[in-house]
């Protein structure tokens, strides 16, 4: 399985980005999908991961603020970032789930792409 993100870039605070993340492979819509980020210096987190069904979760920070979805006829998860603070600069990376939910682990990981929130 091989995971592409794109969308990042260099946006205002307060401004909106769409991540867009393609996944080879058949099995995309038997696998739960996750945006993670890590910021420098700091650890790899959870932003928001979304089940088989379409079930989400997110982080308390994020909540509100983006949406994670996915497209099954495109192989494609996306995360919708709005109100965005620079605090969420980080670089992104998609992952694809074990199993059904983010909950039972992660199995692919993709290049992470790099989002910068600054005036």
């Known amino acids: 399985v091989q995971l592409q993100a794109s969308g990042g870039g260099l946006v205002q605070p307060g401004g909106s980005l769409r991540l867009s993340c393609a996944a080879s492979?058949?099995?995309?819509?038997?696998?739960?999908m996750a945006w993670y980020r890590q910021a420098p210096g700091e650890q790899r987190e959870l932003v928001a991961g979304?089940?088989?069904?379409?079930?989400?979760n997110y982080a308390e920070s994020v909540e509100g603020r983006f949406t994670i979805s996915r497209d099954n006829s495109k192989n494609t998860v996306y995360l919708q970032m709005n109100s965005l603070k620079p605090e969420d600069t980080a670089v992104y990376y998609c992952?694809?789930?074990?199993?059904?939910?983010?909950?039972?682990?992660?199995?692919?990981w993709g290049k992470g792409t790099l989002v910068t929130v600054s005036s």
């Open positions: 992952a694809q789930g074990r199993s059904w939910s983010p909950y039972y682990g992660i199995a692919y």
């Open positions: 492979g058949n099995i995309f819509r038997g696998k739960a």
């Open positions: 979304i089940t088989t069904g379409g079930s989400t």
